[in-house]
C-alpha cells in the first residue's frame, strides 16, 4: 500500500509529541510532572521578610553563571501579614564572574491558594513552597 511521504513525516511527529508530553509539566527533565510536596504549614511571612543566600537549587536560567545568590523578601507598602492575601515584593541578585557586576530581577510574590501561607506564586520564575524552616537561619523551598 502506497503512503505520501508527507504522511510519514506526520506519524513520525505525532508519535514524538505523545512520546514527549508526559514529561512536559516536569521542572526538570524527567518522566511525569511534577510531584506533590508537602508543605510546611505554620509559616509566619514576617519573620519570613529580608534576606536569604541560596545553597542549592535547581538551575534556573536567570542565575546562569551567577555567584553569591540572594533573594530579598519585602511585604509591600499596601499590604500587610495580616491580609488574606498579602503581596510581596521579591528581589533576587547574584554576582556575574563574567561580567564582573551584580545582576538582579524584581519581581512579586503572592498566595496560590487562598489561606495557605507556605504555598506561593512568584512572577518569576516559578512558584516557591516551605518544605520546612529554621527560623532565623534556614528555609528549605521547592521552586
Request: glycine letters at 6%; charged letters at 15%.
Amino acid at each position: 500500500m502506497y503512503m505520501p511521504h508527507y504522511l510519514d513525516r506526520s506519524i513520525f511527529m505525532v508519535l514524538t509529541i505523545l512520546m514527549l508530553r508526559p514529561g512536559a509539566n516536569g521542572q526538570i527533565p524527567q518522566w511525569g510532572s511534577c510531584p506533590t510536596v508537602e508543605t510546611f504549614q505554620d509559616l509566619d511571612i514576617d519573620r519570613y521578610m529580608g534576606r536569604w543566600f541560596l545553597v542549592e537549587a535547581y538551575v534556573h536560567f536567570f542565575e546562569l553563571g551567577l555567584s553569591c545568590i540572594t533573594a530579598d523578601y519585602f511585604l509591600s507598602n499596601f499590604a500587610s501579614s495580616q491580609a488574606t492575601n498579602p503581596l510581596v515584593t521579591v528581589k533576587n541578585s547574584g554576582f556575574s564572574v563574567m561580567h564582573k557586576e551584580e545582576v538582579a530581577s524584581d519581581g512579586t510574590a503572592y498566595l496560590a491558594e487562598a489561606g495557605i501561607l507556605s504555598k506561593w506564586k512568584l512572577h518569576f520564575p516559578n512558584g516557591t513552597f516551605f518544605l520546612s524552616l529554621l527560623w532565623d537561619s534556614l528555609s528549605i523551598t521547592y521552586v
